[in-house]
């Protein structure tokens, strides 16, 4: 099927967007991407952004995460404005995707460890605004879409997988599809592919409007704030470390403050029926409860970010919607190795603090509710043969692509999908450096010498945390509390 660009202005139109972007994401959809730059865009996209360069070698000393944490935070612990990715520059490509072509399309990079642990220096994250200086312009119905490399994770399918999961959960969070991305640089490269990616959609006002039934409201992004901290009665307090989205009704920013002082200052014996003022119970526990089922550190309930939290306009009510789940399913670098994260607790998930997590699973009234929502997302939907299966599907149409990025691409997926290899088998160091860009000066970061990342067989470790999260809810045995670096 082809599609051609569309542009917004009236209802019919909104409606053919929608049905074009139906169309494109699918947790089996494969499109094939191509990117041309200039060499001079390539150079502007390469210009700054992202975590300030450390001292060492790129294999320890101090490690990335303190990379990130100076790059989101500032060199003397303050907050940045925009984190990392406020810093990326745009440039202008050429972009060529299913049925049509789009010239002066913006880009730029994105991503902390996703850019710095990047497999060669073309293989980077993207962020594409087919929108941007060009106003109402859509691709297949798409404003902005977003190109992730798949760093961290082997199997180069994780990320996919658990938006998929939240979204059976119905719970509010983004598509995806797969690619595989070719890039053109005259003079430097022709037509080389990258290997696959992970397309995912942006978290704004299509995505709310499908799943929240509308496009306003407050919508936040925190960064590195473990639960949602009360910061007083001013909401310039609240800007920098919630990063709202767009203008901020008045209202809602009052609506806000309303809902952190209640986390902060409410009776125990008034929590739980004073938190229904200000979300729905019942979707927070299942949200809660998924991320810790995938072990999901790197995210609200663990480092404190990678989520976003809409408050809607009508409900006044805050609503969670994961992000950045790459390192799902139990492989957040710094957290320890995947084997550690299989057996993390899932009724005592948070790392702390985070005041809303704990005070919710310890109520007695949503306390039993939050276990109610692990044992039925254990029942209905992490449930390993149906993941296996989806393994199965994705791993037959995204096999030719990995194959064919690198080397040590096809051993990991050979590693961690197919079993074709043991775990310890060839090169596993980290990061991953394909060597066939040796021609390019570059190495990426490494985390510190002590983290290890081992490659357990996906399909195993769904296996066993099912196995693990029943006997916790059995009370055979009791998780491990989860340990997110970045903080110690």
């Known amino acids: 099927m082809l599609w051609t660009p569309g542009r917004v202005g009236n209802a019919r139109q909104s409606e053919a967007a929608a049905a074009q972007q ?16 200039t060499p001079k865009a390539w150079s502007t996209l390469n210009s700054r952004g992202g975590p300030p360069k450390r001292n060492g070698n790129g294999n320890g000393n101090g490690g990335l995460f303190e990379g990130i944490v100076r790059g989101v935070l500032g060199a003397e612990g303050g907050p940045r404005p925009g984190g990392v990715a406020g810093d990326y520059p745009w440039a202008t490509c050429t972009f060529e995707g299913p049925g049509a072509t789009l010239t002066n399309v913006a880009v730029r990079f994105k991503g902390a460890s996703s850019m710095v642990r ?58 995806t599809a797969f690619a595989s991305v ?14 696959l990616y992970t397309l995912v959609e942006v978290v704004e006002g299509d995505l709310l409007k499908r799943t929240l039934g509308t496009k306003k409201g407050l919508l936040l992004k925190p960064e590195m704030m473990r639960g949602v901290p009360y910061m007083g009665e001013e909401w310039d307090n609240y800007v920098e470390r919630y990063a709202p989205k ?27 029926e004073g938190l229904r003022e200000f979300l729905e119970p019942e979707a927070f526990a299942r949200f809660v409860a998924l991320n810790a089922i995938l ?37 957040h670098p710094v957290s320890g190795p995947s084997r550690d994260q299989m057996v993390t607790s899932v009724l005592r ?59 040590r691409a096809k051993e990991d997926f050979e590693r961690t999908v197919l079993g074709t290899r043991r775990p310890d088998e060839g090169d596993t160091s980290q990061p991953r450096h394909d060597q066939e860009f040796a021609r390019e000066p570059y190495e990426p970061r490494g985390f510190p010498d002590a983290v290890e990342v ?28 989860p340990r997110p670096r970045l903080y110690q």
């Open 349 to 407: 998930p948070n790392a702390d603090p985070n005041q809303l997590v704990e005070r919710f699973v310890s109520d007695p009234t949503l306390g039993p509710l939050y276990r109610s929502q692990v044992s039925l997302l254990l029942t209905n939907l992490f449930v390993p043969a149906r993941l296996g299966a989806e393994i199965d599907r994705i791993a037959a149409l995204t096999r030719p692509i990995v194959f064919a990025e690198s080397r």
């Open 182 to 195: 070719y890039l053109t640089i005259p003079g430097k490269l022709q037509k080389q592919h990258l290997g």
């Open 22 to 37: 139906a169309s494109f994401f699918g947790l089996t959809n494969l499109w094939t991407i191509h990117i041309t730059l």
């Open 454 to 481: 081992d490659n357990i067989p996906l399909k195993k470790w769904i296996e066993g945390r099912a196995i693990h999260v029943q006997d916790q809810l059995d009370g055979k045995v009791r998780g491990t509390k």
């Open 246 to 272: 767009g203008d901020v009704d008045p209202r809602d920013a009052k609506r806000f403050i309303e809902f952190v002082r209640f986390l902060r200052q409410a009776p125990g014996e008034q929590f739980a």
């Open 118 to 175: 990047s497999p060669n220096p073309f293989k980077r994250p993207f962020k594409v605004d087919f929108n941007r200086g060009a106003t109402n312009r859509r691709f297949l119905g798409i404003e902005e879409l977003y190109l992730n490399n798949n760093v961290n994770d082997a199997t180069q399918m994780r990320e996919a997988l658990a938006y998929d999961l939240f979204r059976k959960a119905g719970l509010p969070a983004p598509r």
């Open 295 to 331: 072990a999901n550190v790197d995210s609200f309930i663990g480092n404190g970010h990678n989520y976003y939290l809409h408050v809607h306009p009508t409900t006044r009510k805050a609503n969670f919607i994961p992000w950045d789940l790459n390192e799902s399913f139990g492989m």
